[in-house]
Antibody
Framework: QVQLVESGGGVVQPGRSLRLSCAAS????????MHWVRQAPGKGLEWVTG????????YYADSVKGRFTISRDNSKNTLYLQMNSLRAEDTAVYFC?????????????WGQGTLVTVSA | DIQMTQSPSSLSASVGDSVTITCQAS??????LNWYQQKAGKAPKLLIY???NLETAVPSRFSGSGSGRDFSFTISSLQPEDIATYYC?????????FGGGTKVELK
């Protein structure tokens, strides 16, 4: 069965960096687009970034553009999110999610999420 | 960016009631609209894609309709396990955007 397991969350000071990982299993990882979606405490869902199945295209929300970088290693079935220059407003649960297709569409499987807290 | 306006933000209904949530896009998004259910402390779950297609293994009491700018999501007979927050999401354009959510509670 499809499984997505995020890791790497934690408490980090403003301005510092953090890298999240998402280990995928149960499907052909290299055939699907992947995304990161976040949810601030008590708030709604916010799409953060997505990447094509082969890593050839990336998309970002304006709120993270220039600070966050999505990448993937298809040989390791792993998705990454490098987060730099973190701000308090980046505090959220970060979910990785599989795209039904190879280009940005919708999310048919989700991980359980990893909490990132940006605080001094 | 395409803004998604979802209403109501919360509702209270009894078991067996029919519940309808609406979602309006700030521009025409054709049929590229999806609905998710999120239970407390859990990841979201895809229920409906492309406005009206029921995802595999999702109960038939859930349905969606609409196209263009106006969409609706209905639970035909509310069950206790349907207590959750529901979100619409468009994929006509990047950035992908979600509605603000509708929290469904039992009366």
């Amino acid at each position: 069965q499809v499984q997505l397991v995020e890791s790497g969350g934690g408490v980090v000071q403003p301005g510092r960096s953090l890298r999240l990982s998402c280990a995928a299993s149960g499907f052909t990882f290299s055939s699907y687009g992947m995304h990161w979606v976040r949810q601030a405490p008590g708030k709604g869902l916010e799409w953060v970034t997505g990447i094509w199945f082969d890593g050839s295209n990336e998309y970002y929300a304006d709120s993270v553009k220039g600070r966050f970088t999505i990448s993937r290693d298809n040989s390791k079935n792993t998705l990454y999110l490098q987060m730099n220059s973190l701000r308090a407003e980046d505090t959220a649960v970060y979910f990785c999610a599989r795209d039904r297709f190879t280009v940005p569409s919708f999310f048919d499987y989700w991980g359980q999420g990893t909490l990132v807290t940006v605080s001094a | 960016d395409i803004q998604m306006t979802q209403s109501p933000s919360s509702l209270s209904a009894s078991v067996g009631d029919s519940v309808t949530i609406t979602c309006q896009a700030s521009q025409d998004i054709d049929k590229f609209l999806n609905w998710y259910q999120q239970k407390a402390g859990k990841a979201p779950k895809l229920l409906i894609y492309d406005a009206s297609n029921l995802e595999t293994a999702v109960p038939s009491r859930f349905s969606g309709s609409g196209s263009g700018r106006d969409f609706s999501f209905t639970i035909s007979s509310l069950q206790p396990e349907d207590i959750a927050t529901y979100y619409c999401q468009q994929y006509d354009n990047v950035p992908l955007t979600f509605g603000g959510g509708t929290k469904v509670e039992l009366k």
